[in-house]
């Protein structure tokens, strides 16, 4: 009778930390540029991490911008870009904003345009301080900010905001803004909310 012998086996199990990585995430962003950005319009565009939005589609416009904040948030994230032309030969929208009299209090004046967590400014007011010299402050220091999607100018005492854009497309930029203090004497006086009339243009690649 033969006798069959069964060698004893060891396997020694170790295991090895791997990390496991979500699968790479793209983001879409369709917006319009300013004539200065290079991409070329309706096509899909890589945008890297290096700001390099803003020789793409213009530092100022509302697609560099939206993209700018998103990387605030998120960088990591591959950025593909779709741009529209602007709209060259239309109107852009525009919005004022009036000033009178003189500060009877010091104050301190909040406002931002369009973003309060990207564009908010901060304008310290001092008593006596006349209408045209806050007028003259609030366009200074929104100019300030290159890539601004609006331009401040005006004949003080008011202060006239122009969107970089041409087009409806600026009549959507939200305004907000608070005092400290009750300095409504060389405050606003009035307001003039963003207005461009819509107009048709032949090519303009839907941007609006």
């Not at 307001?191 to 941007?207: H, I, Q, R, Y």
């Amino acid at each position: 009778m033969s006798t069959i012998s069964n060698p004893d086996i060891t396997f020694n199990l170790t295991t090895t930390p791997e990390s496991i990585k979500n699968a790479p995430q793209k983001v879409l962003f369709i917006g319009q540029k300013l004539t200065s950005g290079t991409a070329t319009p309706l096509q899909v565009t890589s945008v890297g991490v290096n700001q390099e939005e803003d020789a793409l589609f213009g530092r100022s416009s509302f697609l560099a911008n939206g993209i700018k904040a998103f990387r605030k948030i998120n960088k990591v994230s591959h950025v593909d870009a779709i741009c529209l032309d602007d709209l060259v030969s239309g109107v852009a929208a525009t919005s004022s904003i009036s000033f009178a009299g003189t500060a009877t209090a010091d104050a301190i004046w909040n406002f931002s345009i369009q973003s309060a967590a990207t564009y908010t400014f901060t304008l310290m007011i001092k008593t006596g301080d006349t209408a045209i010299q806050i007028a003259n402050s609030a366009i200074a220091l929104i100019n300030a900010q290159t890539d601004m999607i609006v331009v401040a100018g005006g004949a003080s005492p008011a202060v006239t905001l122009t969107c970089q854009h041409k087009g409806t497309i600026g009549n959507d930029i939200s305004l907000y803004s608070e005092t400290t203090s009750a300095v409504h004497v060389a405050f606003a006086t009035s307001v003039t909310l963003w207005d461009c009339p819509a107009k048709s243009e032949p090519g303009d690649n839907t941007s609006r």
